[in-house]
């Protein structure tokens, strides 16, 4: 029995061995082991071949758990060194990360980075050294919180471009609060970062000086291309009085080939006189101003010459003034023409300047006012002026004359002219005028208007006294301009023609009043004899005319031309005295039909009476003859002619 267990214990130790081996080797290998184990249990114990593979199954799976449980307990001592090893370098991380950060923020700045294909920033770092500590960190991103305009628009493109193509920057800023700043953008291990830190001390200064540098260099650069383009000569020269710099202007002013050809040559603008003029004057003051004739490309021409005394040297600049000149002398041939003028005219002028002294007047001014010659050669002041005609009774008179004198100079700083109409106590009306000058100053202009005046208000009486007549007519009358429109008409017409009361506003023309007065007469030819004698320019010739209108009236029409190129068109109604000479006409048709129809009844009574009363005269005649035989008495007396028979027979 003892020696069955040994057995069993041995091959029992030995299929532990062999499924130790069985686990560490290949599948492949470790099959082929197995069964090598599997043969020798059954040739050794005489096991059949199924019990013997179950037992080496169960030793395997023993095995294979062993083996595990030594290997993981191998892997957590492994684990738990490399944790210890892990701890102990983060430990060293984390103390060089705080020794870094508190070296990084020694000063105030704020960090700002962006991982490669995530737009969300990191931001650490003190923030209220550009905004409040109550904002949001992000917000330090919209740069027009706490920069100006300019600046944050500078930013924002400096970051674009940093996170889309690596472009680094470095800028010095000034915040809105006036903080002087520093902002530094780099792309480090796939990160943008931009830094943004106070500056402070001699980084500031350097900053400073760095900016004034750059101004400096722009303001000089700038000035030397304005100096390279201007058309006028410049130029600068040594204490030595060597040329040391010369414009494009000045080499051509002096003929010179280019500006090392004149700075080599010295070339000089001004002539030797002038020059010592120039040089005596700036040792003795630190400018020098002059106009000079300089002859330049042959031509002589005048100049303003400006030179300034400085610590190097000297500079000058000469401005060719040759158009100024001769604008500057036909202005004062301009002003004196002007003067003349203004000396000749019936208006009174005065001119006062910016400081309110009188630089000219004319003689029809002191005429007018009566003012001393002397006095107003003196250049008086506009207030010494008016308190002078006041003395004189000469001005309106006024309640308050500071404030009449007051609201009068408004005029020296108005920009429009006023009209003021003065009435004096000698009973003369004087129309003022104040024009303020470009220059500065006020132009007074004064007109004795007492006529005008006058004679306005009798034009206006009677143009009330004719507008009355006209109204008040009983003929229709409308005046027409040259033009053919209607300026002036009277009530009358406007019932004459049973036209509306405001058919006639606006002054409407001639063909517009025809169509209006159509409805009652409309013949074309009369109308166009009309308009021909309203709108003719020449011949214009007096035109009579009758109209009988579809109402059965009856007017005359007649154009009479005016001197000053109107029309005059009257219409009279004679409907009645046309209608009474009808009727003369009728009844005198009728007396003379008549008066002819008695005539021709006597002719005719004649004619038919002839003949019996020839007979009658012829018997007579024969029955006195003797040769017919006595007559009875009765019969000789009707025979005997006497001087009443014959009368009475023939009546």
Not at 529 to 544: D, F, G, H, K, P
Request: proline share 4%; aromatic share 6%.
């Amino acid at each position: 029995m003892r020696r069955t267990l040994l057995s069993c214990t041995s091959l029992a130790r030995d299929g532990m061995i062999g499924l130790a081996i069985t686990a560490l080797l290949p599948a492949g290998t470790a099959f082929a082991a197995e069964s090598l184990v599997a043969q020798a249990m059954s040739d050794h114990l005489g096991f059949n071949h199924q019990e013997v593979a179950v037992l080496a199954t169960s030793f395997a799976l023993v095995g294979f758990s062993a083996v595990a449980a030594i290997l993981l307990m191998r892997t957590r001592l492994r684990a738990t060194r490399n944790e210890e090893q892990l701890q102990s370098e983060i430990s060293d991380l984390q103390a060089q990360s705080d020794r870094l950060r508190a070296l990084l923020f020694v000063e105030p700045q704020v960090l700002i980075s962006w991982a490669a294909g995530d737009n969300r920033p990191q931001i650490s770092g003190d923030i209220s050294l550009v905004m409040s500590q109550e904002g949001s960190p992000q917000r330090i991103l919209a740069f027009g919180t706490w920069l100006p305009p300019e600046p944050a628009l500078q930013m924002d493109h400096a970051v674009d471009a940093l996170r889309e193509k690596g472009e680094a920057f470095l800028l010095n800023l000034s915040t809105s609060a006036g903080r002087a700043i520093e902002a530094m953008g780099r792309a480090i291990g796939g990160q943008a970062i931009v830094r943004i830190r106070e500056l402070g001390g001699l980084r500031r200064e350097l900053a400073e000086s760095n900016l004034r540098y750059k101004t400096l260099q722009e303001e000089t650069e700038l000035l030397r291309d304005f100096a390279a383009a201007a058309p006028w000569p410049i130029w600068a020269k040594s204490l030595e009085g060597n040329l040391r710099y010369a414009n494009a202007a000045y080499v051509r002013a002096t003929e010179g080939k280019s500006v090392s050809d004149a700075l080599q040559r010295n070339l000089e603008l001004l002539e030797s006189d002038q020059r010592g003029e120039l040089t005596r004057a700036l040792n003795d003051n630190a400018s020098y101003a002059a106009r000079l004739p300089i002859v330049v490309s042959g031509e002589r021409r005048i100049y303003d010459v400006q030179a300034l005394k400085l610590s190097g040297g000297s500079a000058g600049i000469a401005i060719d003034a040759s158009e100024a000149a001769a604008l500057r002398a036909a202005i004062a041939r301009m002003v004196e023409a002007h003067r003349r003028t203004l000396d000749q005219l019936s208006s009174g002028v005065a001119v006062f300047d910016a400081d309110r002294r009188l630089t000219f007047y004319n003689e029809s001014y002191r005429r007018l006012w009566g003012l001393d010659q002397a006095f107003l050669d003196s250049n008086p002041d506009d207030s010494s002026v008016l308190d002078r005609l006041r003395a004189n009774r000469k001005l309106p008179e006024q309640p308050d004359f500071r404030a009449w004198k007051a609201k009068l100079h408004e005029a020296y700083r108005a920009v429009e002219s006023e009209t003021y109409t003065w009435f004096l106590p000698d009973g003369r009306a004087i129309s003022v005028v104040t024009t303020p000058n470009l220059e500065g100053g006020v132009t007074y202009l004064f007109d004795n208007v007492t006529e005008s005046l006058d004679l306005a208000r009798r034009y206006d009486r009677l143009t009330r006294v004719q507008r009355e007549t006209l109204d008040n007519l009983g003929e229709a009358v409308a005046v027409f301009g040259s033009n053919g429109r209607a300026e002036l008409f009277n009530p009358p017409f406007a019932k004459m023609w049973k036209l509306p009361a405001d058919a006639l506003q606006g002054e409407p023309h001639i063909e517009q009043v025809e169509a209006l007065c159509r409805p009652l007469f409309d013949d074309a030819l009369t109308w166009r004899t009309l308009r021909e004698s309203i709108t003719a320019i020449e011949n214009r010739a007096q035109v009579a005319l009758k109209l009988e209108r579809k109402d059965g009236s009856v007017l005359n029409c007649m154009t009479i031309p005016l001197p000053d190129g109107k029309t005059l068109l009257a219409f009279q109604d004679i409907t009645d005295t046309e209608n009474v000479e009808r009727a003369l006409r009728e009844r005198n048709e009728a007396l003379e039909a008549a008066d002819q129809m008695k005539v021709d009844f006597v002719h005719h009574v004649s004619y038919e009476l002839r003949a019996p009363l020839t007979t009658i005269i012829g018997f007579a005649h024969f029955l006195s003859d003797p040769s017919t035989g006595p007559l009875t008495p009765k019969q000789a007396e009707y025979l005997t002619t006497s001087p009443n028979r014959p009368t009475r027979c023939w009546r």
